[in-house]
């Protein structure tokens, strides 16, 4: 018990979010249980037992050679693509919305919604994402990067806001365009503004990957299934760094519910923002401007 104090100390996730909860009778690859007395979540994620201080379950199996980052010309800019995997929702497993929070994979370019159940975390959702163009933590305003969050320190949405309107010019030859879906989703993000969960009007081809200023897009049939469902005021929100893995409730709650997922990238194989920027890029989408001067 004192090790659930420790907890409860550490993680400002508030009760409702006690990742105690993902421990139950979570197991490995090899399907070993683990005594769900003698564990808990630190602030890292990680599974931390009274006989072994750091009792990471076994990472999932990476994806194939055939999956990897592309880099495109997208109006003439470059931007990274990647295969398109099938969205997740389901709403009916959820039992108390307030108990929901966002787990986003820079790395591996999903958003996922877990919920926090007793003893157990259960994802209710994965969507594909697109990050910022720079890979890295933002550090300042107009650096193209997203920014990272934890479990012990993650961000909030303060707002849903209706963004059906809203226009955004990308200078990229096709002027003031719709660009955010049907909602943005604003964030909490300490030394930042402006960084929001949001939809890809006239950018859906972008997601997953990267391309934006900062934010995070999703398909605009993904943002509509997020704000109904799970999103409200005060949600969690963590965004893992592009070196960080599936954490140890992650590996439990993909295992136990037989998710199937296209990309589990090996981190020591994924781009730098060097070789993004060296590598000889395909063919992207082409503004009508572009095209009317190549004649």
């Known amino acids: 018990m004192q090790y659930l104090k420790t907890l409860n100390s550490l993680i400002s996730f508030g009760a409702s979010l006690a990742l105690i909860a993902c421990m139950g009778s979570s197991s490995g690859n090899d399907g070993a249980a683990v005594e769900p007395s003698k564990e808990f979540v630190d602030t890292a994620g990680f599974l931390v037992g009274r006989d072994n ?3 990471k379950e076994k990472t999932l199996p990476f994806s194939g050679d055939d999956i990897y980052e592309h880099v495109v010309m997208d109006f003439g800019k470059r931007a990274v693509r990647i295969d398109k995997d099938e969205s997740i929702s389901r709403p009916e497993l959820m039992k108390r919305r307030e108990n929901c929070f966002i787990v986003m994979s820079k790395k591996d370019y999903y958003l996922y919604v877990y919920e926090a159940q007793g003893n157990d975390t259960v994802m209710l959702a994965r969507y594909d994402c697109c990050f910022g ?3 890295g933590n933002k550090e300042r305003k107009g650096d193209m990067k997203t920014p990272n969050s934890t479990m012990g320190n993650p961000f909030k949405i303060s707002q ?8 955004h010019d990308f200078g990229d030859g096709r002027g003031n365009i719709k660009a955010y879906g049907d909602y943005f ?3 909490v ?3 930042h503004s402006g960084i929001g969960i949001h939809g890809s009007t006239n950018n859906e081809e972008s997601v997953p990957g990267r391309a934006s200023e900062g934010c995070i897009r999703l398909r605009d049939a993904d ?3 997020l704000r109904k469902n799970y999103a409200f005021i005060g949600m969690k929100v963590v965004i893992k760094s592009e070196k960080a893995d599936d954490l140890p409730f992650e590996i439990h709650a993909m295992t136990k519910q037989k998710i199937q997922r296209k990309r589990h990238l090996d981190p020591g194989k994924t781009l730098t923002n060097e070789q993004i920027q060296a590598a000889k890029a395909e063919q992207g989408r082409v503004s009508k401007q572009q095209r009317t001067s190549r004649k």
């Open 160 to 167: 849903l806001a209706d963004a059906a309107s809203w226009h």
């Open 53 to 55: 201080a750091q009792a």
């Open 133 to 135: 163009l720079k890979k």
């Open 223 to 225: 943002i509509i299934n």
């Open 189 to 191: 993000t300490p030394g």
């Open 185 to 187: 989703l604003r964030l």
